[in-house]
């Protein structure tokens, strides 16, 4: 099996449109098309481009998928919709494809439902080392899995991408309770001890967190509870080296470098002085 993992970024203001067409408008067509049923679907509330919605599909072969995409695409009612869906403006920015390759463990069903009624599910991509996909993924099923689970969050699922940049990247999608309990949880994952020392071999590198000063939320108000969890996994991120330290960038939200590209140019130069001694 190979498994396909899509992203659609919405026009601004058609997000509920977007949901309506790929959850009833749509499937017919994907039916009728050869298109099998994700294995999860999402509205994504956090991440590098909202608002997105997110699906994973799983494929016996790449033939298969291709077949069924090009004939989803020939498909006269498809054409029809895709004229109306974007007579005035996109309705689709932008579309991510990514390829996966599923882990033996935890073991995953042709028929699973990873996006049931209720819940919050994450999607964790973490980069590793070049040749250490191996060292992480045995790492990620022994210390990561126990601290998440000790959190409250399960792993559901795990992949090696296959396409996409900066790899090698694991992808692990991680069930929790609520949005509070992932707060709460990844909080609590992120400092807890077996998972700090299973990346100890951090080396001593020049390093500095950069952290919004307003808020998260580009254009938004601060929220508490993210703010403090946010300040907190910066922090963390600081102290993987000794000597790195956050600088907070006062003026902006999250995309600092859209808001204060000064800040990002002078840190980068900073780190890169250091690193040569000067």
Same mark, same amino acid.
């Given at each position: 099996?190979?498994? =396909? ?54 494929? /016996? ?72 996909? $191996? ?83 580009? %254009? %938004? ?15 963390? /991120? ?5 000597? $790195? ?14 808001? =204060?590209? %000064? ?6 130069? =900073?780190?890169? =002085? ?5």
């Amino acid at each position: 099996m190979i498994y =396909e993992l899509r992203t659609y970024q919405a026009g601004g203001g058609r997000m509920a449109e977007m949901e309506k067409v790929m959850a009833s408008d749509c499937t017919a067509i994907l039916q009728r098309a050869k298109v099998p049923r994700p294995l999860g679907a999402w509205h994504a509330v956090a991440g590098p481009r909202l608002p997105a919605f997110v699906w994973i599909l799983g494929w /016996n072969s790449l033939d298969e998928r291709n077949a069924a995409w090009a004939a989803f695409g020939a498909d006269a009612e498809w054409q029809k919709l895709r004229r109306e869906a974007h007579a005035k403006t996109e309705l689709t920015a932008r579309v991510d494809t990514q390829f996966m390759a599923p882990w033996p463990e935890p073991a995953l069903a042709k028929e699973a439902d990873l996006s049931p009624p209720g819940g919050v599910c994450q999607l964790v991509l973490q980069r590793v080392h070049t040749g250490q996909g $191996g060292a992480a993924r045995q790492a990620y099923l022994a210390e990561d899995r126990a601290a998440l689970e000790e959190a409250g969050g399960k792993l559901v699922a795990a992949f090696d991408l296959l396409s996409g940049d900066d790899l090698p990247v694991i992808a692990a999608v991680v069930r929790w309770a609520d949005a509070g309990a992932s707060a709460a949880g990844m909080s609590s994952y992120d400092s807890h001890p077996q998972v700090r020392a299973a990346r100890a071999d951090f080396p001593p590198v020049p390093l500095i967190a950069l952290k919004h000063g307003i808020s998260f939320d580009p %254009g %938004g108000e601060p929220v508490p509870s993210v703010e403090k969890l946010w300040g907190e996994l910066q922090a963390d /991120n600081a102290g993987l080296s000794p000597g $790195g330290r956050v600088v907070v960038a006062a003026k902006s939200h999250h995309r600092i470098a859209e808001d =204060e590209p %000064g800040v990002v140019v002078g840190a980068l130069r =900073e780190v890169v =002085e250091q690193a040569r001694g000067r």
